[in-house]
């Protein structure tokens, strides 16, 4: 379902004239505002005003994470601080926390791109909207609550943890749409078992998963398990929480990326060329209509493709592909580069292990080791050592097989893997702590 059908359908030639406009807009307001972009333009010789094509954008200087650190908190807001009405920062697990301010139309847009990515998901007012990311500063739970309020829907805004007690939520409200983790969906289901209650017997009909890498494979699992169709959302603290791209339902394969607001662009992560359409390489976005925090070819560290080929729904947006990582997720193992979701594929495929994995990475003797460990069900827990054994080995003759690695894969009992109720730890690599 649509919902906002005349920005949804625009044709591709009015779409670039207001990207194009739009483009000129936000590099004049950062070139009046920021002093950080003013200097970058300075420096290199060019004026908001040279903007004269969407070509021209490749003119302008990547903007990176660090500078946004390097400006915290308010450092690159374009507006007065009087005028932002919220702020959101980013969790800081991998270094300073990173602040972005909202005005009050920002989070009117944000609220409608949230509104057409969960509608895009099969969402309606008629549904129950469970909220299980987190609400506070990062923006999974504000940024999906505010979506479904704007869709009409009832939101349940149960936030992350306390996951026993959300389960009786899930069943007692009959949510019909769980927005969350795909890991932490996943644990839910998990405790409702233990707890008896099923998701197969809920009027629960469609997750609006996202936040972390997850795979096509994970997909169906998920799906299977809970009896729904599980939907993959993408969003990004420094551009706009969940609903910058969404995939749609109709047709489940890539995901739509609200093109009025936001420009993208693919470039190859090691030269920072752009690539063409179809290829794979790193997600680049600049925000066309952001007030509070505007920026200019941000990079994002997501790895995707982009297609521009007609989509069943009628949707005209582009369409991102299913995102395979971050570039600061490749694991290189003796020189070879492995995504987490690789392996995860070829885990979910046996029978008996359960989609809960970790992935440690050491180096001994000067050689780099990977060591999946992976919890088997409680039904093969019970098997044989030599069942076991074989499957072990099974695994780890996969992952050689196709990604060229050799691994030790430890077969671990049910819950032994520490549950996230946000995104999960897939990685721990002892490299980097040495
Ligand atoms: O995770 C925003 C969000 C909340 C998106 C809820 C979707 C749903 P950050 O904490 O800043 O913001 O993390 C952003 O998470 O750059 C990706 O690497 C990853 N990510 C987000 N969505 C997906 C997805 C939120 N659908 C970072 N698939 C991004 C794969 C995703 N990775």
Redesign the pocket.
């Known amino acids: 379902m649509l919902f906002n059908t005349r920005q949804e359908t625009l044709p591709r030639e009015e779409i670039e004239t207001l990207q194009l406009r739009r483009l000129q807009d936000v590099c004049a307001r950062v070139y009046a505002n920021v002093p950080f972009y003013r200097k970058k333009f300075d420096e290199i010789g060019i004026q908001p005003s040279d903007i004269k094509s969407l070509s021209d954008l490749q003119l302008i200087p990547f903007t990176e994470k660090q500078d946004l650190r390097d400006h915290y908190p308010y450092g690159l807001f374009a507006v007065p601080r009087e005028n932002i009405v919220r702020l959101q920062a ?2 800081g697990t991998t270094g300073k926390a990173v602040v972005l301010g909202y005005t009050q139309r920002d989070l009117d847009n944000w609220a409608e791109m949230a509104a057409r990515s969960l509608s895009a998901a099969g969402v309606t007012r008629k549904d129950v909207v469970h909220v299980a ?1 987190g609400y506070g500063l ?3 739970g504000l ?2 609550h505010g979506g479904a309020e704007a869709l009409g829907a009832t939101v349940v805004p149960a936030s992350g943890g306390a996951t026993r007690r959300q389960t009786y939520l899930l069943r007692d409200f009959g949510a019909t749409v769980l927005c969350c983790t795909p890991s932490y969906a996943l644990h839910l289901w998990e405790s409702g078992l233990e707890e008896g209650i099923d998701f197969r017997e809920l009027p629960l009909r469609i997750g609006c998963f ?5 795979s096509e494979v994970m997909r169906k699992d998920i799906e299977q398990k809970m009896g729904i169709d599980a939907m ?7 551009i706009m ?2 609903g910058v791209a969404m995939e749609c339902v109709e047709a489940k394969n890539g995901l739509h990326l609200w093109e009025d607001h936001f420009l993208p662009e693919i470039i190859d992560p090691v030269t920072g060329k752009q690539l063409p359409p179809g290829e794979k390489g790193e997600l680049v976005l600049t925000t066309l209509t952001k007030e509070g925090t505007p920026l200019l070819r941000y990079r ?3 790895l995707t493709s982009l297609d521009y080929t007609p989509c069943s729904c009628g949707r005209t947006h582009v369409r991102i592909t299913r ?1 395979a990582g ?1 570039t600061d997720d490749m694991l290189i193992i003796r020189g070879v580069n492995v995504f987490p979701q690789q392996i995860e594929a070829i885990i979910i495929e046996n029978e008996g292990l359960s989609p809960n994995y970790q992935l440690i990475v050491d180096r001994k003797d000067n050689l780099d080791t990977l060591e999946i460990c992976v919890e088997i069900d409680g039904q093969l827990f019970s098997d044989e050592i030599r069942h076991l054994q074989n499957l072990e080995n099974r695994i780890q003759k996969k992952v050689k097989e196709f990604l060229g690695v050799t691994t030790r894969v430890r077969l671990l009992e049910p819950h032994s893997i520490e549950r996230s109720q946000g995104k999960a730890k897939r990685i721990i690599d002892k490299r980097t702590m040495l």
Do not use: C, H, Q, V
Request: glycine letters at 18%.
């Open positions: 980013s969790s990311y990062f923006t999974g940024g999906a996202g936040a972390e890498p997850w993959n959302i993408y969003g990004l603290s420094e929480g969940p994002t560290r997501d995102l971050r």
